[in-house]
Antibody, heavy 117, light 113 residues
Framework: QVHLQQSGPGLVKPSQTLSLTCAIS??????????WNWIRQSPSRGLEWLGR?????????DYAPSVKSRITINPDTSKNQFTLQLNSVTPEDTAVYYC???????WGQGTLVTVSS | DIVMTQSPDSLAVSLGERATINCKSS????????????IAWYQQKPGQPPKLLIY???SRESGVPDRFSGSGSGTDFTLTISTLQAEDVAVYYC?????????FGPGTKVDIK
């Protein structure tokens, strides 16, 4: 049973970079069958898939068009975790951010990130 | 992107009665090569992440009570709670994983009448 533990700041200033980490236990970020995702949830946008990283003999990434110019998801094999970076944030990026394996998704606990000065 | 819609937005059902939630995708999520519908259903309670209930449209996740069932194919899907329990009060979401970017329905709130 995979367990995902999220960490990172809950407050980010406008125009700065949102950074979150998802630590994995019970699976490997380098697994040839798993896919690692970031998803966010807000009242205005609902549940929104942001992107994924996965390993199939080499590393791949896919990103949602809505954030493609601002997002980076990276694996960290030394710590068995993966990270989210979202650049140039605005108040519209305020949301609960989840890491997840899948689909179908197994979820981390969620992190409320507020973008405010 | 595949757009997911759900109906109703909310419903109130008496304890022990049936609750039915509908989900529609803007295009088919059935892969003919494996005859699988790439639909999942999740339950979310306040302050918690979504919890996987159903995958492949009708396969129940391990540990999920058998009062939860999923059905449908192509573009039209249903989640049924056969006998509503107090602990089933939650918001329920459908999600397609046929095409990246994965998309979710807007949710259906289930309450006790």
């Amino acid at each position: 049973q995979v367990h995902l533990q999220q960490s990172g700041p809950g407050l980010v200033k406008p125009s700065q970079t949102l950074s979150l980490t998802c630590a994995i236990s019970g699976d490997s970020v380098s697994s040839n069958s798993a896919v690692w995702n970031w998803i966010r949830q807000s009242p205005s946008r609902g549940l929104e898939w942001l992107g994924r990283t996965y390993y199939r003999s080499k590393w791949y990434n896919d990103y949602a068009p809505s954030v493609k110019s601002r997002i980076t998801i990276n694996p960290d094999t030394s710590k068995n975790q993966f990270t989210l970076q979202l650049n140039s944030v605005t108040p519209e990026d305020t949301a609960v951010y989840y890491c997840a394996r899948g689909p179908p998704f197994s979820w981390g606990q969620g992190t409320l990130v507020t973008v405010s000065s | 992107d595949i757009v997911m819609t759900q109906s109703p937005d909310s419903l109130a059902v008496s304890l022990g009665e049936r609750a039915t939630i509908n989900c529609k995708s803007s295009q088919s999520v059935l892969y003919s090569s494996n005859n699988k519908n790439y639909i999942a259903w999740y339950q979310q309670k306040p302050g918690q992440p979504p919890k996987l209930l159903i995958y492949w449209a009708s396969s129940r996740e391990s540990g999920v009570p058998d009062r939860f069932s999923g059905s449908g194919s192509g573009t039209d899907f249903t989640l049924t709670i056969s006998t509503l329990q107090a602990e089933d009060v939650a918001v329920y979401y459908c999600q397609q994983y046929h095409s990246t970017a994965f998309t979710f329905g807007p949710g259906t709130k289930v309450d006790i009448k």
